[in-house]
């Protein structure tokens, strides 16, 4: 049972242009969320969360909305560039006194062309 | 170096092997964690370590796998027996704090053959 679920194994978008990755979740319990990203042989680094608060949160070129009654969130890089060619993980802590206990979706290879 | 550092980076083994994964977190950082990922999967919890102690162990998936962090700094994941579905990245992580912004090592990449 996939908890956070990331549809699209992949998305090639050109450079300058707006990159949108797409997280849904089933778990209704969550309430915070964050994204990761990852460049191969090296480990995921963390990029942006948002808490169930808010339905934006914003850090420079990354944008992340929620969208809790759809229970979708998702990252917006706007310009792309091609140094954010990377896999990106959604992930969402299980809560309550499990916080530390990150579920993580598969993935999306994001490759910015050019 | 400042960040998580894991070793081997690489680790080949034969079915049915003993194997041993360290971890280094940063310094200062109590909070210790071991990921698993497999080919095409996202990062799976294995077990998190609040100083000494293994705080939860829920994700470790049998008990082949074990994990110590005596002195609240080092870590080290042991498999025993290891099987060829046992073949992925193990990553570690730690945080000076319970948190999701977890700071992550390169990885030790698992292969049973």
């Known amino acids: 049972d996939q908890q956070v679920k990331q549809n699209s194994p992949s998305l090639s978008v050109q450079e300058g242009r707006i990159s949108i990755l797409n997280c849904d979740y089933?778990?209704?319990?969550?309430?915070?969320?964050l994204w990761y990203k990852k460049y191969p042989a090296e480990g995921p680094t963390f990029l942006i969360s948002i808490s169930s608060i808010?339905?934006?949160?914003?850090?420079?070129?990354?944008?992340?909305?929620?969208n809790k009654s759809a229970k979708h969130l998702?990252?917006?890089?706007?310009?792309?560039?091609?140094?954010?060619?990377?896999?990106?993980?959604?992930?969402?802590?299980?809560?309550?006194?499990?916080?530390?206990?990150?579920?993580?979706?598969?993935?999306?290879?994001?490759?910015v062309n050019p | 170096?400042?960040?998580?550092?894991?070793?081997?980076?690489?680790?080949?083994?034969?079915?049915?092997?003993?194997?041993?994964?360290?971890?280094?977190?940063?310094?200062?950082?109590?909070a210790l964690y071991w990921y698993r990922q497999s080919l095409g999967q996202g990062p799976e919890f294995l077990i998190y370590f609040q100083g000494t102690?293994?705080?939860d162990d829920s994700g470790l998936p049998n008990d082949r796998f074990f994990a110590v962090r005596p002195e609240g700094s080092v870590s080290t994941l042991k498999i025993q027996r290891t099987?060829?579905?046992d073949s992925a990245v193990y990553l570690c992580a730690s945080s000076p704090q319970i948190t999701g912004e977890l700071f992550f090592g390169e990885g030790s990449r698992l292969t049973v053959l």
Do not use: W
């Not at chain 1, 089933?26 to 969320?33: A, H, I, L, V, W």
């Not at chain 1, 808010?54 to 929620?66: I, Q």
């Not at chain 1, 959604?90 to 206990?101: D, E, F, W």
């Open chain 1, 54 to 66: 808010k339905d934006k949160n914003e850090d420079g070129r990354f944008t992340v909305f929620l």
């Open chain 2, 53 to 55: 102690g293994a705080a």
């Open chain 2, 1 to 30: 170096g400042a960040g998580v550092s894991q070793t081997p980076s690489n680790k080949v083994t034969e079915k049915g092997k003993y194997v041993e994964l360290r971890c280094d977190p940063i310094s200062g950082h109590t």
């Open chain 1, 26 to 33: 089933t778990n209704s319990m969550f309430d915070y969320f």
């Open chain 2, 83 to 85: 099987e060829r579905g």
């Open chain 1, 74 to 111: 998702s990252l917006h890089i706007v310009p792309s560039q091609p140094g954010d060619s990377a896999v990106y993980f959604c992930a969402a802590p299980a809560g309550g006194g499990s916080n530390y206990k990150l579920t993580f979706g598969k993935g999306t290879l994001l490759t």
